[in-house]
T-cell receptor
Framework: EAQVTQNPRYLITVTGKKLTVTCSQNMNHEYMSWYRQDPGLGLRQIYYSMNVEVTDKGDVPEGYKVSRKEKRNFPLILESPSPNQTSLYFC????????????FGSGTRLTVV | AQSVAQPEDQVNVAEGNPLTVKCTYSVSGNPYLFWYVQYPNRGLQFLLKYITGDNLVKGSYGFEAEFNKSQTSFHLKKPSALVSDSALYFCAVRDLDTGRRALTFGSGTRLQVQP
C-alpha cells in the first residue's frame, strides 16, 4: 500500500530535550515536506526537500532541522524543543510537480512541557 | 505569494440538504487546487483536485468542486449531506509559477451535519 509513515503518533517531552520525528514514504517520491497544524492557522510548511541532499526552509522553519540522506526518509529534528512547538505535525510527499496529489502521513501530536 | 481563504470557520447543514464549503485563492500564475478532509485524530485525506480541464471536478464520497477562474474560487459542494461528512475541511493551492511545490492551506472549515 502506498503510504507515508510517521512515528511516533503521540509524543510528550520536556523543554530542551532533543527529539526526532521520523517520516518514510514507499512511493519513490522526490518531494517531501513537513507541516505543522495549529487551530485557526491551517497547515504551515516547515521545511521541504526536492530530492536527496536538497532541503530548504518553508514558512515557519525556526527551531527545526531536517535531513534527506535517502529518498524515502525525511526526519524532522527539534534540537531544543520549546512549548510553542506544541502542535500536530504532518509529513507529505508527492511526485513530479504535484499534479498527482500530495500524500500525507497520519500525523504526530507533539506536546512540549 | 500564494494564499487561500476559507471565510467560514464552521458550516452547519441538515442531513439530506446540499452543502457548500467556500474557498478563494490568490496566486500569481496557474493554480493546482486541492480539497482535503480531516476526521478527528486522523491525518489528511485527499478529496479532489483541479489541475486543468473541466471546471467541475468530482471527487471522493460524492463531493465535487467548481473552479472559477474569474472569481478565483474553488468551492466544495455535495448535493445531499450525510452525518458522516462532519469533519474539518481544508482547501489548498499550489502556484505553478513557483519552484517550491509547497501547498498553501486555508485555515479550515468545520462542517457539522445535523441528523
Amino acid at each position: 500500500e502506498a503510504q507515508v509513515t510517521q512515528n511516533p503518533r503521540y509524543l510528550i517531552t520536556v523543554t530542551g530535550k532533543k527529539l526526532t520525528v521520523t517520516c518514510s514514504q514507499n512511493m519513490n517520491h522526490e518531494y517531501m515536506s513537513w507541516y505543522r497544524q495549529d487551530p485557526g492557522l491551517g497547515l504551515r510548511q516547515i521545511y521541504y526537500s526536492m530530492n536527496v541532499e536538497v532541503t530548504d526552509k518553508g514558512d515557519v522553519p525556526e527551531g527545526y532541522k531536517v535531513s534527506r540522506k535517502e529518498k524515502r526518509n525525511f526526519p524532522l529534528i527539534l534540537e531544543s524543543p520549546s512549548p510553542n512547538q506544541t502542535s500536530l505535525y504532518f509529513c507529505a510527499s508527492t511526485a513530479g510537480q504535484g499534479a498527482s496529489g500530495y500524500t500525507f502521513g497520519s500525523g504526530t501530536r507533539l506536546t512540549v512541557v | 505569494a500564494q494564499s487561500v481563504a476559507q471565510p467560514e470557520d464552521q458550516v452547519n447543514v441538515a442531513e439530506g440538504n446540499p452543502l457548500t464549503v467556500k474557498c478563494t485563492y490568490s496566486v500569481s500564475g496557474n493554480p493546482y487546487l486541492f480539497w482535503y478532509v480531516q476526521y478527528p485524530n486522523r491525518g489528511l485525506q485527499f478529496l479532489l483536485k483541479y489541475i486543468t480541464g473541466d471546471n467541475l471536478v468530482k471527487g471522493s464520497y460524492g463531493f465535487e468542486a467548481e473552479f472559477n477562474k474569474s472569481q478565483t474560487s474553488f468551492h466544495l459542494k455535495k448535493p445531499s449531506a450525510l452525518v458522516s461528512d462532519s469533519a474539518l475541511y481544508f482547501c489548498a493551492v499550489r502556484d505553478l509559477d513557483t519552484g517550491r511545490r509547497a501547498l498553501t492551506f486555508g485555515s479550515g472549515t468545520r462542517l457539522q451535519v445535523q441528523p
